[in-house]
Structures are given as structure tokens and as C-alpha cells.
């Protein structure tokens, strides 16, 4: 386990609801590689409830280092990105890297990947992480004795 | 025909649209409805409504194609205390709702110490005494007809509504 902050889904959604629409932000979200999968549903599912949007959610093998920008443009005025990085492509961060501020101007971007990864981000990045809103430990809800999803 | 035969005619026909009702109304899968009823909550939370609520309820427990939402005790700032129990059967055109019970216990002080809003698991044998989606005063017997609406709404109607006016 990292030595992140704990959240859950819920948690983070809400801060991110607290938080408003006007400043946009970037969260690099840790989870255990086992977990990803529930833990990328139960943030879709809490952006729809709590913010009532529906969250853009892409895959490492969906986003084009050429076209970035498309990537992350909605019509959506204010987005939620949630961006799986379930392997390590150098190519992808050093390019997310170069063009974080057109990620990011508008909306929030969540960037879920394991710990591995996410060491690996932080020290190959450093743009990203110059302007990540925070860096934390998520797991499923049901995972820090919730009820089962 | 009498009028008592009129009577219990009409209170079948009222039972009967409140059951095609409960039945058009298909709702989101529970856990979806757990997050949502939750999130509720916390925006209750925000305006003050409650001193505190736990992030891990609802719980939601399911055996088979049947789900039970359950809030054992929630209390308001003003001291009043609220439980909730919502059934929920899964099938394949959604979710129905099949029996509910929100108990609502209303702090010192007020002229009224209790309502309950409650759906039966099915109809009665005499809809006009006890239809099967009903309000308690107090703790009077008599059932007073509910009409049916999503759990949400009703979470929402008690918490602006009845706990804040009720007996006061």
C-alpha cells in the first residue's frame, strides 16, 4: 500500500463536487491492480450521482500521443476525464507531460493507474506533477467496510 | 349496490392503480440507488440537516435477486430520528420496488412523536383499512393512504417536509 492519502470513490467525488466547477484539477488516483476495474466503475458511478455528469472514460489504448487533444475534448463545458493507465507507455506520460496544461484547463482529469505506475509518473513527469491537484490511495468502498457494491 | 359495496370497490380501483404504479416504476440498480440515497444524505449533511452521516450507509444486502437497502438510525440536528428499509427485487426489465418502511421518530417537544410511512410486501384482503402503501400518524392504527413514489423523494419529503413541520 502507498503512503498516500486514503480515499474512496465517494470521498473523492465529493471533494471534487466541493471543490466547484470553476478550477480545474488533476488527481493521480492509486489503486491496487486488482481493483482498478471496480474502483474505475465506482468513480463513473459517483460522478453521475453526485455531479450529475457523465464521466469521459478512457483506456491507455484509447488516447493517441498525436492527437491528445481530442482525447480530452468534450462538449461537455466542464468534463471528467478518467484516464486507466494500466501499462507503462513512455511515449503517452512524456506526451501528457508536454501538453498537461491543454489536459487540464478545463475540468477535472483523473489519472487511476497502480503504484508501480504511478512512482514511475511522478518521477518521469515532471510538469504533470507540478500540477497535480493531489496524489492518492483509493480502493473500492466496500474495501474499507462498506457495504458491498 | 350499497354503499359500503362502493366504498370498497373504489378503494380496490385506488389499490390497484397504486399497484401498476409500483410496477411502471422501474429504479436504478441498488447499488446506484445506495450511492444516490447516500449522496442525498450528505447533501442534507451540508445544509445542516444532520450532525453527522456514516459514508457506510446504506448498507446494501443481497441475496439473489433481492437487495435490502438499510439505514438503521440516522439522527437530525433537531434531535429527531430517522429509519429506513427499502426492498428491492432485481429483474430483467429493472429494479421494483417490492416493500419499504421509513419510521421517523420526532424529538421532544413536538405534539406528534411518530410517523411511519410504509409499503406492505403485497395488498390486503380490505384495501379500504389497510392499503398496501400507507402513512402512521403517531401511534394510531389507522392507515392512511401513501401514494407511490421513489424512496429518493420520500427520503427528500421527510427530511424538508415532515420532519421539519410535524408536530411542531
Redesign the interface.
Known amino acids: 500500500m502507498s503512503d498516500f492519502a486514503a480515499t474512496t470513490p465517494f470521498q473523492l467525488v465529493r471533494r471534487l463536487a466541493a471543490a466547484g466547477r470553476e478550477s480545474p484539477s488533476l488527481y493521480l488516483l492509486i489503486a491496487d491492480t486488482a481493483e482498478i476495474e471496480t474502483v474505475q466503475a465506482d468513480v463513473a458511478a459517483e460522478v453521475e450521482v453526485q455531479i450529475g455528469d457523465t464521466p469521459r472514460c478512457l483506456a491507455t489504448a484509447e488516447i493517441h500521443t498525436e492527437n491528445l487533444e481530442d482525447a480530452f475534448r468534450s462538449a461537455n463545458p466542464w468534463p471528467v476525464v478518467l484516464v486507466t493507465l494500466d501499462r507503462w507507455i513512455p511515449k503517452l506520460i512524456d506526451s501528457l507531460d508536454r501538453n498537461i496544461v491543454l489536459a487540464t484547463s478545463a475540468g477535472a482529469v483523473f489519472l487511476l493507474t497502480n503504484e508501480e505506475i504511478a512512482n514511475r509518473i511522478l518521477a518521469a513527469a515532471p510538469n504533470l506533477r507540478n500540477r497535480l491537484t493531489d496524489v492518492v490511495s483509493i480502493a473500492p468502498d466496500e474495501a474499507i467496510g462498506g457495504a458491498p457494491d | 349496490m350499497s354503499v359500503e359495496d362502493e366504498l370498497n370497490e373504489l378503494a380496490r380501483a385506488r389499490e390497484a392503480a397504486a399497484d401498476a404504479a409500483l410496477s411502471d416504476m422501474l429504479l436504478e440498480a441498488p447499488?446506484?440507488l445506495?450511492?444516490?440515497l447516500?449522496?442525498y444524505l450528505?447533501r442534507q449533511l451540508d445544509k445542516g440537516r444532520f450532525p453527522r452521516v456514516d459514508?457506510?450507509?446504506?448498507?446494501?444486502?443481497?441475496i439473489d435477486r433481492s437487495n435490502e437497502l438499510i439505514y438503521p438510525e440516522i439522527e437530525f440536528s433537531s434531535g429527531a430520528r430517522l429509519q429506513f428499509n427499502i426492498q428491492l427485487e432485481q429483474l430483467q426489465r429493472g429494479t421494483l420496488m417490492t416493500q419499504f418502511q421509513f419510521h421517523l421518530q420526532l424529538p421532544d417537544g413536538r405534539s406528534l412523536r411518530r410517523i411511519r410511512i410504509e409499503l406492505n410486501p403485497e395488498g390486503s384482503r380490505d384495501p379500504f383499512t389497510v392499503p398496501r402503501c400507507h402513512l402512521h400518524v403517531d401511534n394510531s392504527q389507522a392507515h392512511v393512504p401513501f401514494p407511490i413514489m421513489s424512496p429518493l423523494l420520500i427520503l427528500h419529503l421527510i427530511c424538508e417536509h415532515i420532519e421539519a413541520d410535524f408536530g411542531t
Open positions: 447499488h446506484l445506495r450511492k444516490r447516500r449522496a450528505f459514508e457506510k450507509l446504506p448498507e446494501l444486502r443481497t
